[in-house]
Nanobody, 126 residues
Framework: QVQLVESGGGLVQAGDSLRLSCAASGRTFSGYRMGWFRQRPGKEREFVTIISWSGIATYYADSVKGRFTISRDNAKNTVYLQMNSLKTEDTAVYYC???????????????????WGQGTQVTVSS
């Protein structure tokens, strides 16, 4: 079992930055790739980004490429999502999730992920 807890969400203005954190506990954190998903109001949960277990490889959805950066610190069992140049359409509940290394890269299908956090709300006002 892996327990995931997100933090860092909040209310910001368009153009601002925000950094989300996801703290993991339980099984070996470095054994998992970590992803971020979001669910915008009235929409289905969507893939945002994923990072490899080593932190070397990353992959982003086109909608956030160049604005968001995922990183991880395996010594701290934490994955981060740095969000810059936020737009109103980035308003969503953001979830971190863990997926095993055996799944073909990149893992964009939420059904493939094994563990999920409870989510953190990000609201971007105009």
């Amino acid at each position: 079992q892996v327990q995931l807890v997100e933090s860092g969400g909040g209310l910001v203005q368009a153009g601002d930055s925000l950094r989300l954190s996801c703290a993991a506990s339980g099984r070996t954190f470095s054994g998992y790739r970590m992803g971020w998903f979001r669910q915008r109001p009235g929409k289905e949960r969507e893939f945002v980004t994923i990072i490899s277990w080593s932190g070397i490889a990353t992959y982003y959805a086109d909608s956030v490429k160049g604005r968001f950066t995922i990183s991880r610190d395996n010594a701290k069992n934490t994955v981060y999502l740095q969000m810059n140049s936020l737009k109103t359409e980035d308003t969503a509940v953001y979830y971190c999730a863990a997926v095993g290394r055996e799944i073909p890269w990149p893992v964009r299908d939420s059904a493939k992920y094994d563990y999920w956090g409870q989510g953190t709300q990000v609201t971007v006002s105009s």
